[in-house]
Nanobody, 126 residues
Framework: QVQLVESGGGLVQAGGSLRLSCVAS????????MAWFRQAPGKEREFVGG????????VYADSVKGRFSISRDNAKNTVWLRMNSLKPEDTAVYYC???????????????????WGQGTQVTVSS
């Protein structure tokens, strides 16, 4: 049984930073791309950033470029999302996702991901 567990969310003031973690368990994730999505109340789930297994492909949403960064440690089945210069509009539930078949063209699409975490709340106050 595959599990993705996120942690690290919380309440932070605008301009602050947070680091989210996602730990995968239940099977080997060799070859899996991992990504972060977020969903604010009343809005659709949106892509934040993603990284291929090798790290050779890294994609960010325009809204977070230059502020967020993704890293991963495959030996630990862990991916992180470092979020700097947070804004109130970054407030959302953040989800980790994993899939072995996403490509550069499909990495941003939620429907392409088979495995999802339960989400962690990030709230940025103004």
């Amino acid at each position: 049984q595959v599990q993705l567990v996120e942690s690290g969310g919380g309440l932070v003031q605008a301009g602050g930073s947070l680091r989210l973690s996602c730990v995968a368990s239940g099977r080997t994730f060799n070859g899996y791309a991992m990504a972060w999505f977020r969903q604010a109340p009343g809005k659709e789930r949106e892509f934040v950033g993603g990284m291929s297994w090798s790290g050779g492909l890294v994609v960010y949403a325009d809204s977070v470029k230059g502020r967020f960064s993704i890293s991963r440690d495959n030996a630990k089945n862990t991916v992180w999302l470092r979020m700097n210069s947070l804004k109130p509009e970054d407030t959302a539930v953040y989800y980790c996702a994993a899939d072995p078949a996403v490509t550069r063209l499909t990495m941003t699409l939620p429907a392409e991901y088979e495995h999802w975490g339960q989400g962690t709340q990030v709230t940025v106050s103004s």
